[in-house]
């Protein structure tokens, strides 16, 4: 029911001059996006490519540092999903001029304090959970490691995605476009300088992630509080709308991040290779995310999109644009999927860990190209996901998406993963495909929510 409904309606999209203008608009909030997850995915490459250099098991610790680092980060995404809602609303309303202000210093002081909070306990917490783990001795202690290093600049990572939300809220994006975009570069002059032209080597890779962070930080910061012009009222009603739509993506965020990390964990129980599979699952996650940043790119237009519409009193308009933007996305999806999966073999050449001699690691090609050809058969139904994630995130309807989330995550992926990938003896293989039925099952569940159309009378 749900793809012939797509269907169609992809079909009338050209056809019809609102759905063109919708389009249009979906467009000039998706494309600077993309841009900045563009210059984001070539930083993170970066890290990959050099860890590859320097030995797999200092690929596969940046991998684990990684998935423990974003347990605690993406808590930040939630609480964006919440601001883009409310601010995304109070700027599309009559009474702009006289409740931004006070809006966005409301948004600010509540990102400061969760992002001080939030860096506090992965300094605490992180390194104690990794020194638990049983992984490889030398992936661990380089794990642990990167974290701390990582951690220098988390508070101000974590502020800039608040940022981030607010003037993508604003439809201000392409601003925080040449800011974040100068901070990216940044960062891959200094990981290529610290790691290979200092003493600091490998933990030159983590360092250079806090510094452009902290350099993206002051950029930002100058342009919101332009925003704020001088306003310095907290508005408790504010910051309660914001905590309600954001405390359920909170626990979707660190239920993905703690799934992930599991994962890991669970291929560093397999009895052969697990180290470089380890390694190839982290070079995989980042082709990946190649095609999620279109994706999550679609999806946050999507949601500022939808929460500007509902805040002007035009919910058939904001149905009708997440219909539009879902479409676009799917198909932009599935034309990167079949890209990289015909380029797989010169992909995992590139970001397959190194021996001493230059030559990649075959094991480590090997289960790269498996990870490539199986987790991309999913993309589509990751994105669909996205796509009506994003727009129920803009109407504020995250509490059915944290259903979904969790038993997705934890009664589907996890047990499955484990039982067929340890339990029974499959490997490598069967815990991909358990990646793939997460999609699958995510992107039903949420797809039914929003044709519904439950959201809109918050039902």
């Not at 998935?67 to 601010?87: D, E, H, K, L």
């Not at 502020?159 to 601003?175: D, E, F, G």
């Not at 669909?384 to 979904?404: E, Q």
């Not at 499959?426 to 044709?451: D, E, K, P």
Request: one cysteine or more.
């Amino acid at each position: 029911m749900i793809i012939n409904q797509k269907i169609s309606f992809v079909k009338s999209i050209f056809k019809t001059q609102k759905y063109r203008n919708f389009l249009k608009e979906s467009w000039s909030l998706t494309w600077p996006i993309i841009v900045i997850m563009a210059f984001d995915f070539c930083m993170n490459m970066t890290d990959i490519i050099i860890a590859g250099i320097l030995g797999k098991e200092t690929q596969a610790a940046i991998g684990m540092a990684n998935q423990a680092y974003y347990v605690f980060a993406v808590v930040t995404n939630a609480v964006s999903v919440g601001t883009i809602a409310v601010i995304s609303r109070v700027y599309a309303g009559y009474e702009r001029q006289k409740e931004l202000p006070s809006a966005i210093f409301t948004a600010v002081v509540f990102a400061a304090a969760t992002s001080f909070v939030v860096t506090i306990l992965a300094v605490t917490f992180a390194p104690l959970v990794i020194a638990r783990l049983d992984i490889n001795p030398g992936v661990k202690a380089k794990t642990i490691t990167f974290i701390y290093t990582y951690c220098i600049g988390l508070f101000f990572h974590l502020t800039v995605a608040h940022y981030n939300s607010i003037l993508r809220a604003c439809k201000m994006i392409k601003t925080a476009m040449k800011a974040l975009t100068t901070a990216s570069l940044l960062n891959i002059f200094l990981n290529i300088t610290f790691v290979f032209y200092t003493p600091l080597g490998h933990i030159g890779i983590p360092l250079s992630t806090s510094v452009s962070w902290i350099v993206a930080f002051v950029a930002l910061s100058v342009m919101i509080f332009r925003l704020m012009r001088g306003e310095k009222k907290f508005s408790k009603s504010v910051a309660k709308k914001i905590f309600g739509i954001s405390w359920p993506m909170g626990i979707v965020s660190a239920s993905w991040q703690l799934s992930s990390m599991t994962l890991f964990t669970i291929v560093g129980m397999l009895p052969s290779y697990s180290v470089e599979v380890m390694a190839a699952m982290t070079a995989g996650l980042r082709i990946e995310s190649i095609i999620f940043m279109p994706a999550f790119a679609f999806n946050m237009a999507n949601a500022v999109l939808v929460g500007s519409l509902l805040g002007e009193k035009k919910p058939d308009d904001a149905y009708t644009v997440g219909l539009v933007t879902a479409a676009a996305g799917v198909t932009t999806i599935i034309l990167l999927t079949f890209i990289v999966i015909i380029f797989a073999e010169p992909i995992a050449a590139l970001l397959g860990s190194k021996d001493a001699a230059g030559n990649v690691d075959p094991v480590v090609m090997r289960e790269i190209i498996r990870y490539l050809h199986i987790v991309m058969l999913s993309e589509p139904f990751m994105a669909t996901n996205l796509m009506f994630s994003g727009a129920l995130n803009g109407a504020g309807d995250t509490r059915p998406l944290m259903r979904y989330s969790l038993f997705s995550l934890w009664i589907v992926r996890i047990p499955t993963a484990y039982i067929l990938g340890i339990v029974f003896g499959f490997g490598a293989t069967a815990i991909w495909w358990a990646m793939n039925v997460t999609f699958v099952c995510q992107s039903f569940l949420s797809g039914r929510r929003y044709l519904s159309k439950k959201w809109i009378t918050g039902v």
